[in-house]
């Protein structure tokens, strides 16, 4: 197991919508949840940086996470 790092704030958007879009399209799903809001230590997958900065502009992050 591991993380990966976007390369930048496109890369990450890419990533969120790829993971968001499969959950949304699983048919076995009744629902989903992003269990990390920020980075904490080596823990670099929330939406938002240790300073609870969001990586994307919050209207990028409400179009991808939103129905």
């Known amino acids: 197991w591991g993380y990966s790092r976007a390369a930048?704030?496109?890369?990450?958007e890419r990533r969120v919508s790829d993971l968001v879009t499969a959950a949304k399209r699983a048919p076995a799903l009744g629902g989903w949840c992003w269990?990390?809001?920020?980075?904490?230590?080596?823990?670099?997958?929330?939406?938002?940086?240790?300073?609870?900065?969001?990586?994307?502009?919050?209207?990028?992050?409400r179009a991808l996470l939103g129905p």
């Open 8 to 12: 930048d704030a496109a890369d990450f």
């Open 35 to 61: 269990t990390q809001l920020t980075d904490t230590g080596l823990e670099t997958n929330g939406l938002c940086d240790a300073e609870r900065v969001p990586k994307l502009p919050m209207a990028t992050l």
